[in-house]
């Protein structure tokens, strides 16, 4: 086995953080066949040691991605939790990353959909990319928009929440917005939806809408990272 390294940061995973397994590609099924039929010894290539700051959000994507994709989506700051269980505020002091907020809210997503109603939520998340043929360019060297989608639903109640990102290329990204809408059985609607201006994935305070009033978990997240104080009659931040 491997030392107990972080392979997102590469600090220490020991004391609060270990290892995780997520879902398994051919290959990984493969080694763990030739693992068992003949006794070999080594790191599973499934397996991935986390440190105290990202194993929390490892296991919400250990039963959705295999490692590779898990990977690279923590490291990115949307899914990383801090120590101290605060989210973080934007280092430049004029927005927060547009991923930071999705992970924040996604992380949140079991106690924003408990709050809505949904009994021991179960949060199911799917990706896909769709390319963009243009200029006589095809997959995989034309256009993409990559969606992620988190869900949790039950009696009529549904939380979503959407991240799209629009790419003119893997280095240059075209728009990107996220929408968190919570539709109750009740007939009750919040939506809040975030839409930084094109070719940014800063989202300002300006560039926030909200519809409806939110649970205190998404205001809680929300007002971690510095998006919003209050809320008026509108619905705006």
Same mark, same amino acid.
């Given at each position: 086995?491997? @030392?107990? +390294?972080?392979?997102?940061?590469?600090?220490?995973?020991?004391?609060?953080?270990?290892?995780?397994?997520?879902?398994?590609?051919?290959?990984?099924?493969?080694? +763990?066949?030739?693992?068992?039929?003949? =006794?070999?010894?080594?790191?599973?290539?499934?397996?991935?040691?986390?440190?105290?700051?990202?194993?929390?959000? =490892?296991?919400?994507?250990?039963?959705?991605?295999?490692?590779?994709?898990?990977?690279?989506?923590?490291?990115?700051?949307?899914?990383?939790?801090?120590?101290?269980?605060?989210?973080?505020?934007?280092?430049?002091?004029?927005?927060?990353?547009?991923?930071?907020?999705?992970?924040?809210?996604?992380?949140?997503?079991?106690?924003?959909?408990?709050?809505?109603?949904?009994?021991?939520?179960?949060?199911?998340?799917?990706?896909?990319?769709?390319?963009?043929?243009?200029?006589?360019?095809?997959?995989?060297?034309?256009?993409?928009?990559?969606?992620?989608?988190?869900?949790?639903?039950?009696?009529?109640?549904?939380?979503?929440?959407?991240?799209?990102?629009?790419?003119?290329?893997?280095?240059? &990204?075209?728009?990107?917005?996220?929408?968190?809408?919570?539709?109750?059985?009740?007939?009750?609607?919040?939506?809040?939806?975030?839409?930084? @201006?094109?070719?940014?994935?800063?989202?300002?305070?300006?560039?926030?809408?909200?519809?409806?009033? @939110?649970?205190?978990?998404? &205001?809680?997240?929300?007002?971690?990272?510095?998006l919003t104080t209050r809320l008026n009659q509108r619905g705006r931040v």
């Amino acid at each position: 086995m491997r @030392p107990p +390294r972080c392979d997102v940061c590469d600090v220490d995973a020991g004391g609060d953080g270990g290892l995780v397994t997520f879902l398994a590609r051919d290959s990984d099924r493969e080694w +763990r066949e030739a693992a068992a039929r003949d =006794g070999l010894v080594g790191h599973p290539p499934d397996t991935a040691w986390l440190c105290a700051e990202h194993i929390r959000a =490892g296991r919400l994507l250990a039963t959705e991605l295999t490692i590779d994709r898990a990977l690279d989506r923590l490291r990115l700051p949307a899914v990383t939790t801090p120590r101290n269980g605060a989210s973080r505020p934007s280092d430049t002091g004029e927005g927060v990353e547009i991923a930071q907020l999705v992970g924040d809210l996604a992380v949140s997503l079991s106690a924003i959909a408990a709050e809505a109603g949904i009994a021991r939520p179960v949060v199911e998340t799917h990706e896909k990319r769709d390319w963009v043929p243009m200029d006589r360019t095809l997959p995989p060297h034309c256009p993409f928009v990559d969606t992620t989608t988190h869900s949790a639903s039950s009696a009529g109640t549904t939380v979503t929440l959407i991240w799209e990102r629009s790419h003119w290329n893997p280095a240059e &990204i075209a728009t990107t917005h996220t929408v968190l809408h919570v539709t109750s059985a009740h007939g009750g609607e919040v939506t809040v939806s975030a839409y930084p @201006p094109n070719g940014s994935t800063c989202v300002r305070p300006e560039d926030l809408t909200v519809q409806g009033t @939110p649970g205190s978990t998404a &205001i809680e997240v929300l007002s971690a990272l510095g998006l919003t104080t209050r809320l008026n009659q509108r619905g705006r931040v």
